[in-house]
């Protein structure tokens, strides 16, 4: 079973995606843009990255943040993770956000960076089932941090 890209016009000359180690579980992607882009602090925009996938069936690829562009810069993903469909054929887009706050300097997106990262992951899909009634837990209906803090 492979993954299978087709890289658009504007992906020429880029390099193709790879894990950067030998045990990475993503795959980078990269910014396929002609110009420099300025994010600023609060704002968020789509990349494209120049590729459409063929996912097989019964795995979806999920596009995550690079810890790197979190921790230094703020840059993460506005919709982590983001979810491609096996069936989807269009251009993955990258919807970066810079989390910043005011005072903070914008992030500049240049051509080619590796700017987030694909997981391709199994899914499992289940039938709908309507019921009345639910089983019993220790939680219960307790919502967030009912479980404790430690």
Same mark, same amino acid.
């Given at each position: 079973?492979?993954?299978?890209?087709?890289?658009?016009?504007? =992906?020429? @000359?880029?390099?193709? !995606?790879?894990?950067?180690? *030998?045990?990475?579980? $993503?795959?980078? #992607?990269?910014? /396929?843009?002609?110009?420099?882009?300025?994010?600023?602090?609060?704002?968020?925009?789509?990349?494209?990255?120049?590729?459409?996938?063929?996912?097989?069936?019964? =795995?979806? @690829?999920?596009?995550? !943040?690079?810890?790197?562009? *979190?921790?230094?810069? $703020?840059?993460? #993903?506005?919709? /982590?993770?983001?979810?491609?469909?096996?069936?989807?054929?269009?251009?993955?887009?990258?919807?970066?956000?810079?989390?910043?706050?005011?005072?903070?300097?914008?992030?500049?997106?240049?051509?080619?960076?590796?700017?987030?990262?694909?997981?391709?992951?199994?899914?499992?899909?289940?039938?709908?089932?309507?019921?009345?009634?639910?089983?019993?837990?220790?939680?219960?209906?307790?919502?967030?941090?009912?479980?404790?803090?430690?």
């Amino acid at each position: 079973m492979h993954l299978k890209i087709h890289p658009l016009p504007h =992906y020429q @000359g880029l390099a193709l !995606p790879a894990y950067q180690s *030998a045990a990475a579980a $993503g795959l980078d #992607l990269r910014a /396929a843009i002609s110009e420099d882009i300025i994010l600023n602090p609060a704002a968020r925009i789509a990349i494209p990255s120049g590729l459409m996938l063929a996912i097989p069936e019964g =795995y979806e @690829g999920q596009i995550r !943040p690079r810890s790197g562009l *979190a921790h230094k810069h $703020g840059i993460t #993903l506005a919709n /982590a993770p983001g979810t491609i469909d096996a069936d989807y054929r269009g251009e993955v887009m990258i919807l970066l956000i810079h989390l910043g706050g005011v005072g903070d300097a914008p992030f500049t997106i240049q051509r080619g960076d590796r700017i987030a990262q694909l997981v391709i992951a199994p899914i499992t899909q289940m039938p709908v089932e309507i019921t009345h009634e639910f089983d019993d837990t220790t939680r219960g209906q307790g919502g967030f941090g009912s479980t404790g803090m430690t």
